[in-house]
Every structure is written in C-alpha cells, then in structure tokens.
C-alpha cells in the first residue's frame, strides 16, 4: 500500500497521467547512453560459472577505452581483470587493464567510501560489439542544472535477470524512469550535490495505476544515471522536439525509504571519473579541459 492519495481525483488522475506520459517518452527517447551500459562478471572462488555483480559504462577518450563503474563493484572482483559481455548471450569477455578510484573508506574498503567511483582503464583488444557502444565526451552531462526538472533513466543489469550457460551468460538490462530529488532533499538526506545526484526510488512505483513493490536493483551499481536533454516534467518549459541522453552519474547506492523518508538512488556525478582519468593519465586532460570548457 502507498500513501493517501486518491488516484481517482482529477488533479492527481490529471497528474499522473502527464507524469507518466513523460516518463514513457523519456523511455522512448534513443538509447544511446544506454547501450553503453555493461554487465560486470565475477567468478567466485570454488565456482566455475561467472555471476553478474554490477554494471559498468563504457566510454572513449581519444583512442583509450574505459569502464566507469562503482569501487565496491571491484572491491569483489580485485584490481587487475574484469569479466564482462553485452548480455546478449556472447562468451563472457575477460579484459585486462588498471583500475583508478576513489580513496577507501575508515573500513579499508569502498563500502563507506561516499564517493565510491572506479574508472577500469582497459589495456586489452575488446569485440568491436563493445567498441561500438562506448560513449565519447559529447554524450556526458556537465551542466549540474535543475531550472528544467528533466526526467532521468537509471540503468543497469539486475542479478535477479542474469543467467549464466557455461560462459555464456544472458542479462538484461533495465531503465527505470526517475526524477531528481529536491534541494531540501539532499540537504536532508545529506547527500553532497556537488558530487552525487540522487534520484527518487520510492518502495512503491506506480505501474499501470496499481502501486507496486519497486524492484531491488541488485546488480544496478556501476549503471548509469542518465538526463533526458530536452524534456522536462514542468509543462511549456526546455522541451526539444529531438531529446537526447546524457549520461550524469554512474550508481553507487540504493535508500530503502523508511518512516516518512523516501527511497532514493544514489549516483556519483560523472566529473569525478573525469577527474580520475585526469590525475592518472594526465595526457588525456586537455581534451577533457576543452570539453568542460
């Protein structure tokens, strides 16, 4: 059960429907930030078959490939080689590479890192498949700004929809529709803006007008949170009659909402991953410069 709204009364009916027809057309948008999310494989020890544990996103700077995803995806899986693939059922690929991230948390893990961003350097030949999907700086968010209240996609690979043959492996990826949460929010919630975005996931989604138990997006970390550019949920207002993606956050925590407070989904703002790549491979920082610029 959710809250007391009455779906049946006109304004909220009236609501809901543009709501979610937006959302719908944020679905329907091309995905091209989203074909660069990737399921992230691990093989546990004593078992033979990879299982998915997390998402990445692909990207290209120059000619280097990359995989951003979330430190405690890797705090599994170990610094050195990362097991991915497109889902599609395709041999699991093992690629090779460096791993940067953010410093660990009191722990010595990611687990209470709040910045919890890894950027996976790839140093090995990857399928052109992979190639094909990676992002490139023009599909990247740097604006930070809420004047038009613009939908937001967060996608990634459920565990609970990964199934492994041998070492083939099919997955699914997801999008789920959101909005961003409210200045008051983040202040509340204490989460920092200027590093994350967070987005409201409630316990309760409205799926065909019935309230239904929102899925847990186990497997969800290291996936992206993605701005449609050019729609925006306040009617009249920055809409564009060809909406893109962006990508401007990659996945680090799922809030339960509890008592009165809502559930949301944390990402880190994707600058911080830039800033990653920049420190360590300080030659590709002027292409980075001239495109914040």
Known sequence: MKPNINLEHPIVKESITYYQNKMIQALNVPQRVESAVIPIYHVPTLKRKPVQIGSGVLVKIKSEYFILSASHVF????????????GTGSVVQLISGERFSSGKGKSGTHKDDPIDASVFHIQAQISEALKKVALTLNHFDFSGHKECEPPFIASGFRVKKSNTAGNTVQSKREGFPSMEISEEDYK?????????????????????????TSPTPKGFSGGAIIRIDGLSLIPNTCDNPEPKQLLTGIIIEQRRGKNKEMGVLIGTRIDIHLALIKHFLSDLVDDINHHHG
Do not use: C, P, S
């Open 75 to 86: 705090d599994e899986i170990g610094n050195q080689q990362l097991l991915t693939g497109d």
């Open 188 to 212: 509340r919630m204490k989460i920092d803006f200027e590093t994350h975005i967070a987005l409201g996931y409630e316990n309760q989604v409205l799926l065909n007008g019935i309230w239904q």
